[in-house]
């Protein structure tokens, strides 16, 4: 008889964008689980590209290149090529990958991170940075449209010059509010994982007061610390969180938690 998996039996909810939820659903699929993508944010382009375009003209007077995201790395070497920027000038810039996912990216497009910080949060980045120290330092941050003034304000209130235009926005997707909806009347989710802040804050916009009587006994698991954070300022309970922060770690982490 074979042994049976140990997330047979479990449906889980996923809140990623679909263009990023494949890894994480066949690596549930591999330990018997059942994903089902209802994403609740969407990755879109800003307004307007153009102050992105505007900076890159200048890429060769930067020291250090600060990536935080996958969609960040996509956007950077998408307008890298569009505005006919010379690769090699990152060579000569200090390049930080927040993560492994980050840095993995980057290196498709075969450029190696000099700078992976241990700490896959803002955080993380501004301690890595003072350490190695920024007075005088010129940085190019692209970043999200709502992403935290943290890393923004630590550098050049430590006497570094920051520019950070808009790589993307995130926005809610039409038609995940009903469906969720259905999903928890019907009480069929044993749990909803969220990969970012906004994939929790984006199903409370969703949902709203009615999560509380409608998350019955379905669990909540995050990525990380921050993501946590989000959902605890809600007043909801957290009920798993991996040591490492990233998607191979928070399944595993799911694994050891429906073993025990």
């Not at 089902?36 to 890429?59: N, Y």
């Not at 090529?81 to 060579?91: A, M, P, R, S």
């Not at 300022?233 to 073993?259: C, I, N, Q, R």
Request: charged share 20%; net charge negative; proline share 6%.
């Amino acid at each position: 008889m074979s042994e049976k998996l140990p997330l047979a039996g479990k449906q889980f909810l996923i809140t990623r964008p679909l263009d990023q939820a494949a890894e994480f659903v066949s690596l549930l699929e591999q330990q018997g689980g059942t994903a089902i993508c209802i994403p609740t944010i969407e990755i879109v382009p800003p307004d307007s590209l153009e102050p992105f375009d505007f900076v890159m003209r200048d890429l060769e007077d930067f020291d250090i290149l600060i990536l935080t995201s996958v969609n960040g790395v996509e956007v950077f070497f998408d307008r890298l090529v569009e505005t006919n920027q010379y690769f090699g000038t990152l060579t000569d810039m200090l390049v930080v990958a927040v993560g492994p996912k980050t840095a993995a990216a980057i290196q498709q497009h075969c450029i190696r991170p000099n700078l992976i910080p241990a700490d896959h949060r803002a955080e993380g980045v501004v301690a890595e940075l003072l350490q190695y120290g920024v007075e005088g330092k010129r940085i190019l941050y692209p970043r999200a449209e709502i992403a935290r003034p943290l890393i923004i304000d630590s550098l050049q209130n430590a006497g570094a010059e920051v520019i950070a235009p808009i790589a993307y926005r995130t926005v809610m997707p039409a038609g995940s509010e009903e469906q969720i909806r259905n999903l928890l009347t019907a009480g069929s989710l044993d749990a909803i994982c969220f990969s970012s802040s906004s994939t929790f804050n984006n199903l409370m916009t969703m949902i709203g007061d009615d999560l509380v009587s409608l998350q019955g006994d379905t669990k909540l698991f995050s990525i990380g610390p921050q993501t946590s954070a989000t959902i605890r300022e809600h007043g909801f309970h957290v009920d798993l969180e991996p040591e490492s922060w990233t998607l191979d770690a928070l399944v595993l982490a799911m694994v050891k938690y429906y073993s025990a």
